[in-house]
């Protein structure tokens, strides 16, 4: 069972930016999908962007677009989210979420249900 670990949360200013790290430890990262979503106290999950596991096939969220870039380093088995220009808004625990997939024959998706494995999320807060 894949095993994703989240970090690089933490407080952060407005216009601030911070970069998320999903590591994989024991697995070959390059067979898998990874998603990040977002879950705000009182609300639903939401979707922030993925990552095919070709590096030129991701989405973004509208609430992402032009602020964050995701991206992969099968090397070093993590996904990266770097986060700019956060807003009060962002604030929320984001997790990384993945699928296996043997063949690339679709871009990434961005539906939690989608994803068979997740992890426990990191913290972001975005306060002054």
């Known amino acids: 069972q894949l095993q994703l670990v989240e970090s690089g949360g933490g407080l952060v200013q407005p216009e601030a930016s911070l970069r998320l790290s999903c590591a994989v430890p024991?697995?070959?990262?390059?067979?898998?999908?990874i998603g990040w979503f977002r879950q705000a106290q009182w609300n639903e999950r939401e979707s922030v962007s993925c990552?095919?596991?070709?590096?030129?096939?991701?989405n973004y969220a509208d609430s992402a677009k032009s602020r964050f870039t995701i991206s992969r380093d099968n090397a070093k088995k993590t996904v990266y989210l770097i986060m700019n220009s956060l807003k009060h808004e962002d604030k929320a625990v984001y997790y990384c979420?993945?699928?296996?997939?043997?063949?690339?024959?679709?871009?990434?998706?961005?539906?939690?249900?989608?994803?068979?494995?997740w992890g426990q999320g990191t913290q972001v807060t975005v306060s002054l």
């Open positions: 979420e993945g699928k296996r997939q043997d063949e690339e024959t679709r871009g990434c998706v961005l539906l939690y249900s989608f994803y068979d494995y």
């Open positions: 024991g697995f070959t990262l390059d067979y898998y999908y």
């Open positions: 990552i095919s596991r070709s590096v030129s096939r991701t």
